[in-house]
């Protein structure tokens, strides 16, 4: 299958701050790509999807001032926590889907914690 | 609303005993997912259906479409404690690689 990287694995920031996460297909080019959000014992939530050139659409509930996604590029997307606090500590999922192939591969995940 | 329905979430079984994972939803698919997800990891993938009826076996993993494609269930034959783990069903209804998952199943085999 197709590769998919997503770094930072871990982060820690200070309420009140940012923190971007990146999303890179390898070895092929994601014309989109999904932000999902986990939280501990529950299963993925899709947050938004993004196509690459033009703005994400953001599913119900999802604050899009919050969650800044960009996708700037075929082989990145980007998801920034504006603002964010300890609330927001989750386990961040990225997955990419594009080259011909409708499924969707996913990154190892990033764990934000809001101190 | 759950779009699609798993279960069950938690299951806890000894090591040589058989289960049944079960997705179930009022809407279909265009394809489903099963997903084996470790603790601080993405989800890896296990298996795509995408024809409704369709069995895939995986080993000592059977996996099926339903006929509609709208449910879909897992079956391990003499499950090891190396099953252990959190498996997840999604469903992709508009064949772009947006899935929607249900809520997990967290399967603890023991020795």
């Known amino acids: 299958g197709a590769v998919v990287s997503q770094h930072p694995s871990r982060v820690i920031c200070k309420s009140g701050t940012s923190v971007k996460i990146e999303c890179r297909s390898l070895?092929?080019?994601?014309?989109?790509m999904f932000w999902y959000r986990q939280f501990p014992k529950q299963s993925l939530m899709l947050m938004a999807t993004?196509?690459?050139?033009?703005?994400?659409?953001?599913e119900q509930g999802v604050e899009k001032d919050k969650f800044l996604i960009n996708h700037a590029s075929l082989t990145l997307s980007t998801l920034t926590v504006t603002s964010a606090h300890p609330e927001d500590s989750s386990f961040y999922i990225c997955s990419a889907a594009g080259g011909g192939n409708t499924e969707a591969f996913f990154g190892q995940g990033t764990r934000l914690t809001v101190v | 609303t759950q779009l699609l329905e798993q279960s069950p979430q938690f299951l806890s079984i000894q090591e040589g005993e058989n289960l049944t994972v079960y997705c179930n939803s009022s809407?279909?698919?265009?394809?489903l997912q099963w997903y084996r997800q470790e603790p601080g990891e993405g989800p890896v993938l296990l298996v795509t259906?995408?024809?409704?009826?369709e069995v895939k076996k995986l080993k000592r993993l059977t996996f099926q479409f339903g006929d509609a494609r709208k449910d879909s269930s897992l079956h391990i034959t003499a499950a090891q404690p190396g099953d252990t783990g959190l498996y997840l069903c999604a469903g992709d209804k508009s064949n772009t690689g947006k899935l929607i998952f249900g809520q997990g199943t967290t399967l603890q085999v023991k020795p």
């Open positions: 259906v995408v024809t409704g009826g």
């Open positions: 809407s279909v698919f265009s394809s």
């Open positions: 993004s196509n690459e050139g033009s703005k994400a659409t953001y």
């Open positions: 070895d092929f080019q994601a014309t989109t």
